[in-house]
């Protein structure tokens, strides 16, 4: 995708902290920038903890930011009167990753999907109401029969397809997926991730597709960003991210995907990444410096800032040459 | 060599308001010893209940039906008396679940928990039990066992969750572990110390393992046999040579070629399968996988489909490989298997 000139959505030095006990913060973001472009898809990754989430969430205002920015088109989301936040809630929309808990259950599919509709006046009548609702339904697989049922006598991948379609319903131009396909089975997750991929080209969409899974971000993002304890270590277009991976910590998630292949389990090495993300005793300098075979001493001091190490492709590591291909 | 453990005709049902839920209708497996056989399948299919009707731990409402049969070391499990159920439990055969948080006692320290399986099973005092307890953690690979052995199961991460259930699982060296999705809940870099854990565990202790997942990936690096199973019986199996490169049964495949790829390039997509499992109060039949099958014939939705043997422990249940059915040629060629293949649009 080369049309994209400005960014649709830009993150500037974003931090976040949430208070934890009397005195002590944890820095659950701490100092990301990455910018989505107009009709791609990024994806962000990392393991729990990370920030992730969080990160998605403040972009859509979801949650309150500690510092930094976060632009909409060039406007500042967290400064928006009321007027202005209000039209940005129908362009930026968000899937969750829990089809159970992200649907009222005493709602009908109808009055969910139709909800976004009735609050930015969408449709003129009833009519048109449901004649959207309808559409919207199609357009994610499913039919109007299922339009007055509740969301209990639903599937997970059905859920889904509810909550996507609900997005859908305001005509947003950007959708946050958190994680929208971890808690379905492998067959129906690449239903969904179709649908998406499908939904995108016809729409124009933008999407912010946060997952765990590698195999799957790699799918569908144009852009990767890796996220490591509310850090940003590396962003590059996904090809060239998971062909020539240069920060330790992505190498090593990367080389932690089982492979469905035996032959190549069998000639992989058996070198796994020691110990465990945690957030405790990292307060300064590079947060992977615990688990990183490569940490020197720089790395405790000092951490390490993103540079453009090939075009379009950062990483934020003191000891690139170092560091094994 | 004679099989650890064999199950033939195994026939579970949960008795609900709404009906008989047929979860498992039929299933045949063995593991042979020091073994790792992967049974592989989608949420619903009647895995979790095969692994748990191992150790007997089905509860009301489900019950497993008669004419079932599980043999476990020469001796007939489903008749146990309950003092030899104990025994056998925790002490010749294991489960670890994926949910580490749930499965371990929230009110007691770690090392109560793995000592009250020594103490249980093996004729040792207490203090013996502890300095076990503590070996065992250090062994699993837990930093500072002598203190990590007084705290509680809420003071640990979910893989040292992960890790603390696999120290109570080997405890008294069982000669089965049943691994019911250990690793679904972690992280990939967590999920691949715990498999390579297992594989050690494994080595060390002579152990057979039943790794029961949903994640081709995790099978591929530790199975050596491999059950496809699909709403509540086996559709194929066969050595994890067989599965990955020669699949045969249509679901077996599509399966496989959902999974995207790290080591693919592009943005493709993925090619799904439509359609839901059929409801198990009422299953199919014919095929349960008929109304999903794209090479569906009619006598699939009519009749259960024939067992054709491929030879060297390969097996699958389906009608396309009947002399009367029409040739499949993506099928029936070993060359054109997804492994290798360019996933279409």
Redesign the interface.
């Known amino acids: 995708m080369s049309e994209h000139n400005t960014p649709l959505i830009q993150v500037k030095h974003l931090k976040k902290y949430f208070p934890a006990g009397r005195k002590e913060v944890v820095k659950a973001i701490d100092d990301i920038s990455f910018d989505i472009y107009e009709r791609e898809t990024v994806g962000l990754v990392g ?2 903890g990370c920030g992730k989430t969080t990160t998605g969430r403040i972009n859509l205002v979801l949650y309150d930011k500690t510092d930094g920015q976060v632009l909409y088109r060039g406007q500042d989301v967290h400064q928006m009167s009321r007027a202005e936040r209000y039209r940005f809630k129908k362009n930026a929309q968000i899937v969750f990753q829990d089809p159970y808990s992200s649907l009222d259950p005493r709602m009908t599919v109808a009055d969910i999907i139709g909800e976004g509709i009735d609050v930015h006046h969408l449709a003129a009548n009833k009519r048109e109401r449901l004649e959207k609702i309808y559409s919207y339904l199609r357009a994610v697989g499913l039919n109007e029969s299922h339009a007055s049922r509740f969301v209990h006598e639903f ?1 997970g ?1 059905q859920r889904q397809r509810i909550g996507i379609a609900r997005a859908l319903a305001v005509e947003p131009e950007f959708i946050m997926l958190d994680e929208p396909i971890s808690a379905l ?7 969904v ?2 649908l998406l ?2 939904l995108q080209r016809e729409k124009g969409l933008t999407y912010l597709f946060v997952a ?1 899974d ?3 971000v ?5 852009r990767i960003v890796v996220m490591y304890l509310g850090t940003v270590v590396e962003t590059a277009a ?2 060239a991210l ?2 020539k991976p240069m920060h330790p910590y992505t190498q ?14 069998r000639r ?1 090495s ?1 070198e ?3 110990g ?3 957030i405790a005793g990292a307060t300064q300098g590079c947060r992977f410096r615990t688990r990183c075979k490569y940490a020197t001493e720089a790395c405790a001091r000092e951490m390490p800032s993103l540079r453009e190490v090939e075009p379009g492709h950062f990483v934020a590591c003191h000891n690139l040459d170092q560091v094994g291909r | 060599m004679d099989n650890l453990l064999e199950i033939k005709g195994l026939r579970v049902s949960y008795h609900t308001y709404q009906g008989e839920v047929q979860s498992v209708r039929g299933v045949d497996l063995e593991i042979g010893q020091e073994e790792s056989v992967a049974l592989v399948g989608e949420s619903g299919c009647g895995k979790s209940v095969t692994g748990k009707s191992i150790l007997r731990l089905i509860q009301a409402p489900g019950e497993i039906l008669p004419g079932s049969q599980i043999t476990f070391d020469g001796r007939d499990v489903l008749s146990l008396s309950k003092k030899e159920l104990r025994a056998y439990r925790g002490g010749q055969a294991s489960i670890i679940f994926q949910d580490a948080l749930a499965a371990l006692n929230p009110t007691m320290t770690v090392g109560r928990q793995i000592m009250e399986n020594l103490l249980y099973h093996r004729k040792i005092g207490k203090r013996e039990a502890r300095a076990e307890a503590i070996r065992l953690l250090g062994e699993v690979g837990i930093p500072n066992p002598e203190k990590r052995v007084d705290q509680y199961p809420h003071e640990f991460s979910g893989g040292m969750r992960q890790r603390v259930m696999i120290a109570i699982a080997f405890a008294c060296q069982p000669q089965l572990l049943i691994a019911d999705e250990p690793t679904t809940a972690l992280d990939v870099t967590i999920q691949a110390q715990i498999i390579k854990l297992l594989k050690q565990l494994q080595r060390e202790n002579h152990t057979s393992i039943l790794m029961i997942t949903h994640d081709l990936g995790v099978v591929a690096s530790i199975a050596q046999r491999i059950f496809v199973m699909y709403s509540g019986v086996i559709v194929e199996r066969g050595s994890s040579d067989d599965i990955f490169y020669r699949p045969r049964h249509p679901y077996t495949r599509a399966l496989l070629q959902a999974v995207p790829r790290m080591d693919q390039e592009g943005k493709q997509e993925l090619n799904s399968i439509e359609g839901t499992p059929p409801d198990l109060i009422a299953p199919p039949e014919g095929c349960p996988f008929a109304s999903r099958c794209k090479y569906a014939m009619p006598v699939c939705a009519r009749l259960a489909p024939e067992v054709t043997d491929f030879g060297g422990g390969h097996r699958c249940a389906c009608w396309l490989y009947h002399e009367m059915a029409p040739r499949v040629a993506e099928l029936n060629d070993p060359d054109a298997a997804p492994a290798g293949e360019e996933v279409g649009q």
């Open positions: 393991e729990s599937s991948g089975d492998v067959s129906i997750q690449a239903q991730v179709n991929i499908r765990h590698l195999a799957m790699k799918h569908i993002s144009d996904s090809d998971y062909g090593s998630l990367i080389a932690a995907v089982p492979i469905p292949d035996p032959e190549k389990e992989r058996e796994t990444i020691q465990e993300a945690t």
